[in-house]
């Protein structure tokens, strides 16, 4: 009877963490739509650029440490990319959030801001600055 109890114990605890992986995988998705469907740009400064390693691309991965502000308050990020180097930390580049919930946010890698000292607005811009275009040559390292 003991084993029995065990082993309905392993079964429902499996069961759960299965929900909760499955429910993480679909609320990603929602976010990503969510951010598609509504987002504003904000200048985010880059702070480190980390080495790491990823089994899922089964290799080194950059871990890519950010932060912003919207309406006063302070975000700190981060993001993994796979193709892009070092010399990222020290500047700045857009990001795209989601004005009710800036955490849910995108660091946009090919959209530097060639003016350092670019300022915010306190609820972001609704397209990218003129100071912050498109780089190619950030591309495909």
């Known amino acids: 009877m003991t084993s029995n ?4 114990g392993i079964v429902a605890a499996f069961a759960i963490a299965f929900g909760f992986a499955i429910h993480g995988i679909f609320n990603h998705d929602g976010r990503v739509q969510d951010l598609d469907k509504n987002h504003r740009y904000a200048a985010a400064f880059v702070t480190a650029v980390d080495d790491s390693y990823s089994a899922a691309n089964r290799g080194k991965v950059f871990q890519v440490r950010y ?7 302070q975000m700190e990020k981060r993001s993994a990319f796979t ?6 930390a020290g500047r700045k580049f857009i990001v795209m959030y989601q004005p009710e919930d800036p955490s849910n946010c995108r660091l946009l890698t090919a959209f530097p801001c060639a003016d350092s000292s670019i300022v915010n607005p306190p609820q972001g811009w609704k397209d ?5 275009g498109p780089d190619n040559s950030l591309r495909g390292r």
């Open 5 to 8: 109890r065990k082993l309905i």
């Open 67 to 73: 932060r912003f502000s919207v309406n006063g308050k």
């Open 83 to 88: 193709s892009i180097g070092r010399d990222m």
């Open 128 to 132: 990218v600055p003129a100071e912050c």
